[in-house]
């Protein structure tokens, strides 16, 4: 099984996120490094839901944001992770819509559930697959990493 390698801070940032615009959801991108051992998520970026046909069960990020979250993390020597939204009072697993929608192979994309306003459960899935026709969701582990301390 893949792992997530994830900072408290930004593991904390992106489930906040989805508490602040519940009752819809939220989406975001990950940036980070890619490395043997998965994944570091180093930094979390908000996005502006787009949808406005469904905002509670769908997102999805503007070409132009996407463009403007690629040059932010490549000024800061990182790249894409993945995306991360929020299922407001659903569970924190993919939903069909997510897979049909998802398009970054070898990213992770993470779901966390807000019930009754608070977030819950956190899940990340990696997209695994060479091509776009054998694409897939793989359940990975979140690892995150404490703050060091300030010495
Ligand atoms: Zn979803």
Not at 59 to 74: F, G, M, N, T, W
Not at 97 to 110: F, I, M, S
Request: hydrophobic share 35%.
């Amino acid at each position: 099984m893949g792992v997530l390698h994830i900072t408290r801070e930004v593991y904390e940032q992106m489930r906040a996120h989805g508490e602040e615009t519940y009752p819809h959801e939220c989406c975001g991108a990950l940036l980070g490094k890619s490395t043997a051992d998965g994944w570091q998520v180093e930094a979390a970026v908000r996005a502006g839901n787009t949808r406005t046909d469904s905002a509670h069960n769908r997102y999805q990020i503007s070409p132009v944001e996407l463009i403007r979250i690629e040059r932010e993390a490549r000024g800061r020597g990182l790249g894409i992770a993945g995306f991360y939204h929020s299922h407001p009072d659903h569970p924190a697993q993919w939903s069909q819509t997510d897979l049909a929608e998802a398009h970054w192979l070898g990213c992770c994309y993470v779901i966390t559930a807000v019930a009754q306003g608070k977030a819950t459960v956190t899940n990340s899935f990696l997209l695994a697959g060479a091509t776009e026709e054998e694409k897939r969701f793989e359940l990975e582990i979140i690892r995150i990493k404490e703050a060091p301390s300030n010495l």
